[in-house]
């Protein structure tokens, strides 16, 4: 099996690919008060975009998470879904969602090949909901994971909750109870510092409070049952559900860095917080074949700068729009 190794020897097998960059909710700490409802989407097609993923397939990618903004927006999600599960070596396909738009979708899109599935949730009171994202669709959400629960499609259905003082931070120890008793896997994400977020300590909750106000003997998931990635798995003897947590201020986890993020109009991130990338859209141009794109990609990706070092400048230092690179 081929396998893509950066500088610092730290092997990447994991794509993600943002699809769109608009969203159907205003998350501040995703959205900023600077992003406007109208914004040009100079996004790549369907067959380019299937290009680059068949190409990273080819050089070791073997997992792809289609993200957004909100990656239900796009037409063409459930084709795009099951042409990449038609590709050689990839044996993972994802999908990151606010699940307003996913219970209709569900069905065509686990027949096309997803399976696995993360829904964004910070709350489960309604009010909250609204003040957090703009939006009153907690109903909405809500079911849409009762119903992907009920599929049998999922080993585990993967909640992502960015923790915030004085928002949502008095559910925590509601919410892990709720995910225990569930087949959920509650992601508990420290707030960052995102462009327009207003990310600041007052708003700020380090996983040591997340875990005190938990408040239960927790225990480590196997490391041969716990995916490489940011988050460290926890569960309860005896519960369906598990625990994580993804710590990127208090807890740096750089050094076991798998992945790639791809814009969607084009851009190959190496790194959330490195405010660089590559345009990949002049490789696409002209008649190159698959071979030379991947030779190119290769070029840049073993080269110094795309990937950050594990030691350089904190990420507070660096201000991504998460909705436009795909978390």
Sequence with gaps: MKKLIDPMGRHINYLRVSLIKRCNLRCGYCYGPEMTHRESEDQLSLPDTLRLIKTFASLGITKVRFTGGEPLLRREIVDLVHQTSLLSGISMIGLTTNGLLLEPKLPSLINAGLNRLNISLDTLDRTVFRKVTGVNGFDRVYSAIT?????????????????????????????????????????????????????????????????????????????????????????????????????????????????????????????????????????????????????????????????????????????????????
């Excluded at 490195?274 to 696409?284: A, R, S």
């Design 147 to 327: 119903t992907a629960e009920q599929s049998g499609a999922f080993d585990c259905i993967k909640i992502n909750t960015v923790v915030m003082r004085n928002i949502n931070d008095h559910e925590i120890h509601r919410f892990a109870l709720w995910a225990l008793e569930r087949k959920i896997d509650l992601r508990l994400i420290e707030f960052m510092p995102t462009r327009g977020s207003g990310w600041g300590q007052d708003l700020f909750v380090s996983e040591d409070e997340i875990r005190n106000q938990i408040g239960l003997m927790l225990e480590p998931l196997p490391v041969n049952n716990n995916s490489p990635g940011p988050a460290r798995t926890y569960t309860l003897p005896g519960a369906p559900g598990r625990i994580s947590f993804i710590s990127a201020i208090s807890r740096n986890f750089c050094h076991k860095c798998n992945r790639l993020r791809l814009t969607s109009d084009g851009v190959l991130l190496g790194c959330l917080f490195l405010n660089k990338g590559i345009d990949l859209k002049p490789v696409l141009a002209g008649n190159r074949g698959n071979h030379e794109i991947a030779r190119v990609i290769r070029h840049i990706l073993t080269a110094p700068g795309l990937r950050r070092m594990p030691e350089e400048t904190s990420i507070l230092r660096a201000n991504p729009f998460m909705r436009m690179v795909g978390g």
